[in-house]
């Protein structure tokens, strides 16, 4: 099984960043079939645009622009690329980086597929850094990416085993269909529980309120969307349950920092 090296992806590799500890790449995907292998260090696999897939011994992951997984140094997968330009943004982890942030590596096991909007949108905001780059660029990326691994550390702790069944139920509703104008009243009582109760317990286990989530699950989208040069910023709004572009421009840019224009010039720059 092949053992790759530090900043050694398989593919055209357009820019690699040496941060002391944390290496950034930014890869072209252009094989095919990638047989199984491992990397020499723990890893985020960021697609910024078209599909991959990626196999390894407990499950397949279907990926597609804006999707994260994180990989353990020692997790061995595989990789197959449908037909089409696909392009990943990797952030890779040495050891001695985890050690001087008080971070226990082997705490995060084998491959994470990461679904949590924010660790999407700072995994993002990591790589509109590596565009603007400026002399506060390397704090920024530090910073953010101790947000995300506090995340997934976080998501470790037996406490977050513990959510109560509607928690769960309300992520899955909410998922299916985030376009949707929903009621409190009617939510609460497809969960069997009480709107105050909702309303008031909804932030303890999604760290921000109802509406604010629904929106992060819509920008979320667009994120994917505006990965694909061709489709407009008109077209996205509505797709993504936006009553007009101007409210998908404000929220976007509440989250984001910056407009879904800026954004899509940076992911095709």
Same mark, same amino acid.
């Given at each position: 099984?092949?053992?790759?090296?530090?900043?050694?992806?398989?593919?055209?590799?357009?820019?690699?960043?040496?941060?002391?500890?944390?290496?950034?790449?930014?890869?072209?995907?252009?094989?095919?079939?990638?047989?199984?292998?491992?990397?020499?260090?723990?890893?985020?696999?960021?697609?910024?645009?078209?599909?991959?897939?990626?196999?390894? =011994?407990?499950?397949?992951?279907?990926?597609? @622009?804006? %999707? #994260?997984?994180? /990989?353990?140094?020692?997790?061995?997968? &595989?990789?197959?690329?449908?037909?089409?330009?696909?392009?990943?943004?990797?952030?890779?982890?040495?050891?001695?980086?985890?050690?001087?942030?008080?971070?226990?590596?082997?705490?995060?096991?084998?491959?994470?597929?990461?679904?949590?909007?924010?660790?999407?949108?700072?995994?993002?905001?990591?790589?509109?850094?590596?565009?603007?780059?400026?002399?506060?660029?390397?704090?920024?990326?530090?910073?953010?990416?101790?947000?995300?691994?506090?995340?997934?550390?976080?998501?470790?702790?037996?406490?977050?085993?513990?959510?109560?069944?509607?928690?769960?139920?309300?992520?899955?509703?909410?998922?299916?269909?985030?376009? =949707?104008?929903?009621?409190?009243?009617?939510? @609460?009582? %497809? #969960?069997?529980? /009480?709107?105050?109760?909702?309303?008031? &317990?909804?932030?303890?286990?999604?760290?921000?309120?109802?509406?604010?989530?629904?929106?992060?699950?819509?920008?979320?989208?667009?994120?994917?969307?505006?990965?694909?040069?061709?489709?407009?910023?008109?077209?996205?709004?509505?797709?993504?349950?936006?009553?007009?572009?101007?409210?998908?421009?404000?929220?976007?840019?509440?989250?984001?920092?910056?407009?879904?224009?800026?954004?899509?010039?940076?992911?095709?720059?």
């Amino acid at each position: 099984m092949k053992h790759l090296q530090t900043g050694e992806f398989h593919g055209k590799t357009s820019k690699t960043l040496d941060l002391n500890g944390v290496i950034l790449t930014d890869t072209e995907y252009t094989h095919a079939k990638v047989d199984w292998h491992y990397h020499e260090n723990a890893y985020f696999t960021f697609i910024l645009q078209g599909n991959v897939i990626e196999g390894n =011994k407990k499950e397949i992951y279907t990926c597609s @622009a804006g %999707s #994260l997984l994180y /990989h353990n140094w020692q997790d061995p997968h &595989y990789n197959i690329k449908p037909e089409g330009f696909t392009r990943g943004f990797h952030i890779e982890l040495k050891d001695t980086w985890f050690k001087n942030f008080s971070f226990n590596s082997s705490a995060l096991q084998g491959s994470i597929n990461i679904s949590n909007p924010d660790a999407k949108f700072l995994l993002y905001k990591i790589f509109k850094e590596t565009k603007i780059w400026d002399d506060v660029s390397v704090l920024a990326i530090q910073s953010q990416l101790l947000q995300v691994l506090s995340m997934m550390y976080g998501n470790t702790e037996p406490a977050q085993h513990n959510k109560p069944l509607w928690a769960g139920k309300i992520e899955e509703i909410l998922r299916d269909d985030f376009t =949707k104008s929903y009621r409190l009243d009617d939510l @609460a009582t %497809s #969960l069997g529980i /009480h709107p105050v109760h909702l309303s008031r &317990y909804f932030s303890k286990y999604f760290h921000c309120g109802l509406a604010e989530y629904v929106r992060k699950l819509r920008v979320e989208k667009s994120l994917a969307l505006l990965s694909n040069k061709k489709t407009s910023l008109t077209d996205v709004a509505f797709e993504c349950g936006f009553s007009d572009q101007s409210h998908f421009n404000r929220c976007f840019k509440d989250i984001m920092g910056v407009t879904p224009f800026t954004f899509k010039k940076l992911i095709h720059s």
